[in-house]
C-alpha cells in the first residue's frame, strides 16, 4: 500500500526534524505530507499509520542499508588532495557511544555500542560500526579507519586509546 522508498525518506526526514518514536515519525509525515509529495514529486495519498512505519522499518536488512549508505556517500564529491592545507590536515573525531534503549533484559542482550566517524572540516559522519559484546572501541576504531581508509588525517578519540603497543593487535605480527 505504501512504496518504501518515500516512507524511508520521510522517516529519515522526520528524525532529523526531531522525530524520536514511531508515533513522531507519522506526525511528521501526517502535517507535511502535502509539502513531501510536492517537493519530491510523489503521491503518497496519505501518512501511514505509526504500526505501519514501524513494519517498514524492521523489515529493512540493515546490512543493506548501510551498504547503500556507503556507497551513496563514496560518490560524495571531496576535495582532491592538492587542495587540503598540509599544515591543518582534515580532523575526523572518533568516539564511541551506548545507545539508549537498546538493552533487551527479555532477550537477554546487553546495549548497543557504536564506534562513530566524524568529520569534523565537513561537518559529516563518514561511518559506524557496531562493537561486539566481547570487544571495545580500540580495536574497533582500529578497523573503522582501515575500512574507510582514512590516510593523512588528524584523529581525535578518547583517552582510553593513549595506551602502549596499540598498533599491534593480538595474532598481528
Known sequence: MYPQAPILLFTVLAMLAGAQSYRQV????????????AAFGISVRKAPAYSTVRFILRGLDAAAVETVFRQHAAGLPTP?????????????????????????????????????????DDQIILGHLAIDD??????????????????????TLDAMHAQKNLRHRPGDR
Open 134 to 155: 566481547k570487544s571495545n572501541e580500540i580495536p574497533a576504531a582500529q578497523d573503522l579507519i582501515a575500512t574507510l581508509g582514512l590516510t593523512g588525517r588528524l584523529f
Open 80 to 120: 582532491a588532495h592538492d587542495e587540503w592545507d598540509t599544515a591543518k590536515p582534515a580532523c575526523v573525531a572518533i568516539d564511541g557511544k551506548t545507545l539508549r534503549g537498546s538493552f533487551d533484559a527479555f532477550n537477554d542482550r546487553k546495549a548497543a555500542h557504536v564506534l562513530s566517524a566524524f568529520a569534523s
Open 26 to 37: 507519522h506526525a511528521f509525515i501526517r502535517a507535511h505530507l502535502k509539502r513531501l509529495n
